[in-house]
């Protein structure tokens, strides 16, 4: 069995920023379709396509650089073991940072379950009106 490396680590955890990149590039499409279908004539509509455009310009954006960040972590898959005090690592500051990932982790999975009847009721409905155009 090889031994686990920090660079190995760094690449292991890169699946969290690719996928959230996903949901944040499929917000973003959402919001820019939802303009599509709003009345550019209206004013209220001419500001609902205006804040629609920035937030999905700026998930875009987020999403593009969850990606970047998702490839370098993964580029270092590699890296060479270094030394480490293990007394520090074994002290107070790195088991609160893990425990502080832990606990914002298990937030967002929270977070996502209970988001997730309520956008698969959206679904089911939105599928349904669309087989009865």
Do not use: N
């Amino acid at each position: 069995m090889q031994a686990q490396t920090c660079g190995a680590g760094l690449a292991a955890h890169s699946a969290l920023p690719r996928q959230i990149g996903a949901v944040a590039a499929a917000m973003s499409e959402l919001l820019r379709v939802h303009t599509l279908a709003l009345d550019s004539l209206e004013e209220a509509g001419r500001r609902e396509a205006e804040a629609y455009t920035s937030l999905s310009r700026a998930y875009e954006d987020i999403a593009s650089r969850l990606w970047s960040l998702a490839d370098e972590a993964e580029s270092y898959a590699s890296l060479a073991a270094a030394q480490h005090d293990m007394a520090f690592m074994r002290g107070s500051r790195p088991l609160e940072a893990f425990e502080a990932l832990v606990r914002t982790k298990r937030d967002l999975a929270a977070l996502l379950s209970a988001s997730a009847p309520g956008e698969e009721t959206m679904l089911a409905e939105m599928r349904k009106a669309s087989q009865q155009s």
